[in-house]
């Protein structure tokens, strides 16, 4: 697939003027010769008149994005144009729109001779137009209301072809819903319906649900966030009991626990549910003792959502009645319902006899939670995620310890004792399932036994991929220095999280990278808040030279000031691996030259760099701008709070102008007046490629 904002439109289109060829062929001619091309997104004016033109000539152009905010009138009108004699768009995502395009296009087009005059008072036949050869349709995010739906809705009975339907977070309310029942009982190859996040109450889900049971093709359907209530949840109970659903969505809607008993009921009959979400309904022991019910011998279910309810022990108790004789569920999410000892027992008797649960997600319940017995007998789960709800004891770490299956442990925020620890990791030293270890935020006493714990962990496990330890409170700089020394001889580790919120001074360290110079697995590093300085400034940058692993570097807050960022620029002139870098909050205040500029006139990997909260100012901006010229592979550069002020922001601006290949620009809080900030925003609405943030509003 091609996002049409990289592909450099404007420099092409300057290069085009001086031949007699239009734009518009060179790229249809181009996109001819890619027969199966999957899709195309656009974003800004010049992308859209050409994209317009390639679509009139019939280019297959099976998948389209359009983003309306930053298009003017004009543009997006060429693209409805172009839409309307195109038939081989078959899915069409529309964002940041309203209706008013609906009306402004009509009118629009009237020169078309294919097009009648009513299109001056309804937008039907436009959408007629457009949506002749859609099987995908998506519309999300753009205030329709009901009386836009109206107008969709009767062009889209015409289309039985339509498959997909996605109207998410729009203003629909009850009346929009019966225009959508008439799509859905026309649309007989209607298979995934989506209304989330609408305003659509208990009359409309009847309404729908007595539509959808006349459509046999439906199999998904999400209708979160409405508040449908128990009476909602009720008619879709009934849907439930007859139509052949997959996928339902009910998170958030205000079911309760009258609502949920009606689901659970009407799993008895159901045979084809696999997904269901009942998340943050309010759900109680007694909504929980009818789901159990319908689970226990449900021959297809395999995920079932329940977080950010109110079931505590009691709920969880009668929950795992069902759960133990359910045979085929793989999903389970319990996670923020307060389950205390009593419900923690319950879930240990569940997996230590469930025989097909895989996925279990446990995280922000009470501290008190306890079930390491269960990890002993369990042969199945291979992601657990206890994050932020007990207090690990030895039964737990036990478990850990010769439990064989779990790829993804996440223990985070949790209190660990030092002990209980070094058993777990001891256990982990010659686990051969293990991936994924997630310990951000544990709290516990950093001694010099946690400080040689994960290091031999980090030199003898062969199994482990990701390991974070984010906000590790207790965990001295020292023992962050060893994780990354005994990475020298790890083969396993690609991603390695040590971010810190505390003071942590390793200046002293000279050789804090030395253990990465000749590791080829790691390729993404977060060390941010690890106080480097001059010292380890020095050290990274001599890594970064030799290493060509690691392509996405975290080092933001870690005062590296004027010096590190010299050294580190000019690691990136022979670097060619990092395609990405935060030096956020680094107090650089001035960029060397010779340095930054020759590294962005070398690499040839740099596409993200975040320089965002720094101090550079005008001069600083300065030079980036002379860089960009250089550069042909940055795409994403964050500037927010660097005091650039007006001259900065006018080198920018003719940066653009001249051409550069960035995508996204984040220019807010830099203190520059109104005029210039309205003549940038004017100068990237005329340039076309690159999304500009200046927000909040420039100084007037």
């Avoid at 199999?219 to 966030?225: A, G, T």
């Avoid at 079931?311 to 929950?319: F, N």
């Avoid at 300065?622 to 080198?651: F, P, S, V, Y």
Wanted: proline share 2%; with cysteine; charged share 20%.
């Amino acid at each position: 697939g091609i996002n049409a904002e990289y592909m450099g439109f404007a420099q092409l289109k300057k290069g085009m003027e001086k031949t007699s060829e239009k734009l518009g062929d060179i790229f249809a001619g181009f996109l001819n010769f890619a027969i199966n091309f999957p899709a195309i997104t656009v974003a800004s004016t010049t992308t859209a008149k050409v994209i317009a033109e390639v679509l009139q000539r019939g280019v297959r152009i099976p998948e389209l994005a359009i983003d309306f905010k930053n298009l003017d009138d004009s543009s997006a009108t060429e693209l409805f144009c172009g839409l309307r004699k195109n038939i081989f768009v078959n899915k069409l995502t529309i964002r940041n729109t309203t209706p008013h395009y609906g009306k402004l296009l009509s009118d629009s087009i009237i020169h078309n001779s294919e097009v009648i005059a009513k299109l001056n008072e309804d937008p039907v036949a436009l959408y007629e137009g457009v949506l002749q050869s859609m099987s995908r349709l998506m519309i999300t995010n753009n205030s329709f209301e009901d009386k836009d739906i109206d107008s969709l809705a009767k062009a889209l009975k015409s289309k039985p072809s339509l498959f997909h339907l996605n109207l998410e977070g729009n203003r629909i309310t009850d009346a929009g819903a019966e225009y959508i029942s008439s799509v859905i009982e026309s649309a007989q190859h209607l298979s995934i319906l989506d209304l989330g996040s609408n305003r659509i109450r208990a009359n409309g889900a009847k309404i729908l649900a007595i539509a959808l049971a006349k459509n046999k093709s439906i199999s998904k359907i999400n209708l979160k966030n409405n508040k449908i209530l128990p009476l909602g949840a009720q008619s879709i109970a009934v849907l439930l009991k007859t139509a052949s659903l997959t996928v339902l969505n009910l998170r958030n809607t205000g079911i309760q626990d009258e609502g949920v008993a009606a689901i659970g009921a009407a799993l008895g009959a159901n045979k084809t549910l696999q997904n269901l979400n009942l998340g943050g309904n309010s759900i109680t022991a007694k909504g929980a003792k009818g789901l159990s019910l319908g689970i226990s011998n449900h021959p297809a279910l395999k995920i079932l959502h329940l977080g950010n309810n109110a079931l505590k022990c009691e709920g969880v108790a009668e929950l795992s009645k069902g759960l133990i004789m359910n045979t085929c569920l793989t999903q389970l999410d319990l996670s923020r319902n307060t389950i205390g000892m009593t419900g923690s027992e319950a879930i240990s008797n569940v997996i230590s006899t469930n025989k097909s649960l895989t996925h279990l997600i446990l995280s922000r319940n009470e501290k008190s939670m306890k079930f390491g017995n269960g990890l002993l007998l369990n042969k199945t789960l291979t992601h657990l995620n206890l994050e932020g709800c007990m207090e690990v004891g030895e039964e737990f770490a036990n478990g850990i310890q010769k439990n064989k299956t779990l790829e993804y442990i996440g223990i985070g925020n949790n209190t660990i004792d030092v002990a209980l620890l070094m058993q777990m990791a001891q256990g982990l030293i010659f686990n051969n399932s293990l991936k994924v270890l997630n310990l951000n935020g544990i709290i516990g006493r950093s001694t010099k036994v946690v400080k040689n714990m994960f290091p031999e962990l980090l030199l003898k496990n062969k199994s482990i991929t990701e390991l974070s330890l984010n906000n590790a409170n207790g965990l001295s700089p020292a023992f962050r220095v060893e994780i990354l020394r005994a990475l020298e001889r790890n083969s396993s580790i690609r991603k390695l999280e040590l971010e810190s919120r505390w003071e942590n001074n390793v200046s002293k360290e000279e050789h804090l990278f030395e253990g990465l110079k000749n590791n080829t697995a790691l390729n993404y590093l977060n060390i941010t808040g690890l106080i480097l300085k001059k010292n380890g400034g020095s050290s990274l940058a001599k890594m970064l030279e030799v290493n060509n692993a690691i392509t996405y570097l975290h080092i933001a807050n870690c005062a590296l000031g004027n010096e590190g960022a010299a050294g580190l620029f000019q690691a990136l002139a022979v670097n060619k691996s990092i395609s990405a870098l935060n030096l956020s909050e680094n107090s650089i205040s001035i960029l060397e030259p010779s340095s930054f500029l020759k590294a962005l006139k070398v690499n040839r990997s740099l596409a993200h760099l975040d320089l965002s909260k720094n101090q550079i100012g005008s001069p600083g901006a300065d030079i980036i701008a002379e860089g960009l010229l250089m550069n042909r592979t940055l795409t994403h550069l964050d500037l927010k709070g660097n005091h650039i002020g007006n001259i900065g922001c006018r080198n920018i601006a003719n940066t653009l102008l001249k051409g550069c290949c960035l995508c996204y620009l984040n220019l807010k809080k830099n203190y520059f007046s109104g005029d210039d900030g309205i003549a940038l925003k004017e100068i990237c609405a005329q340039w076309g490629q690159c999304h500009v943030i200046i927000q909040p509003p420039p100084l007037q």
